[in-house]
């Protein structure tokens, strides 16, 4: 359990020594002075999470004591004590920021449930904004993966394509291969980190120079011949479908496109013992992977289904490989990555039905 810090600030020493007695008594490591120009040195050299401290005193007293906290440490709780109540001074202080206000003499049972209510209501609204920044952080990195990954796994491809080329072609320029080999390890790069930004659940941050802070962070099967099989592939992003058509047409496989869920699910529907896979695109602007699953397993519950994703859909993915979808691929993916995948689903058919 954590031990919460405590500063108490008062120029009277039997009442300063009579706070750290209490709180002491109740668990929380005190720290006294006698003035606020004692009690801002103290804060600029230690953390506390309360102040505890008197309204009059000489020098800095308690309201000004509060701004200055509250304009550098706003996280800090600060209550104040006097013995000079007054509605006009209760109500500047909250105003400034301050915890709680209480009246000396002190009853110091209503000081502990005062204390107590004030670290509740910091520790709830630390929760609060942890929170808050954990789903803008998830927010921004599942964007970020989508609209990054899409024309990612464009270029990763057309790298690839392009190499292929430049062989039928029969072209040795190695000026051209190193070029082509710094775009794919770049790209390659940039797609391993957003894989760990995926799967950082905390965020820890790390502080650089000048105030910059930032986030710290197979063997393919062999060839074979497919040239009677038919592979559907539903995605919506024009690029990556003719990316995926290109790749799959290299490789001997017929392709047929649907740029949406309904229409993928018709082709299947009219043409599904043509069709030997179906790579779907989990997320669709009509329908999600799910539910295009479930639709196409109507049709034909031995369908067989790839799904692709560059958000960050972990959970239903497993749902969907839970319910007879046979493979995922996470974007951005290259071409020799999604051949694999095609080639072990046409294995697992054969050997099913042998």
Known sequence: MKQYKILAVDDDYASRLLLKKVLEHDGYQVTICSDGIEAIEILDKQAFDVVVTDLIMESIGGIELLEKIKKTNPEIAVILLTGHASIETAIQAVRLGASDYLIKPLNLEELRIRLRRTIERMELERRLKEAERQLTYNATIATANHEINQPLTVIISAIEMIRLELEKLGIKNQRIHNYLELLNKSSTRIADILRRLRSISSPRIQEFPLGMKMVDIGTSEPAVSVESK?????????????????????????????????????????????IEVVILDFNLPDANGLQVLERLQKINPRVKVVLTSGFNVDESIQEALHQGAIHFIRKPFNPQQLLDIIRKVYFYHTSENA
């Open 230 to 274: 038919y592979i559907l592939v539903i995605e919506d992003e024009e690029n990556i479908r003719k990316i995926i058509r290109s790749v799959l047409e290299s490789a001997k496989f017929k392709v047929i496109l649907a740029e949406t869920a309904r229409e993928g699910v018709d082709l299947y529907r009219a043409d599904q013992r043509l």
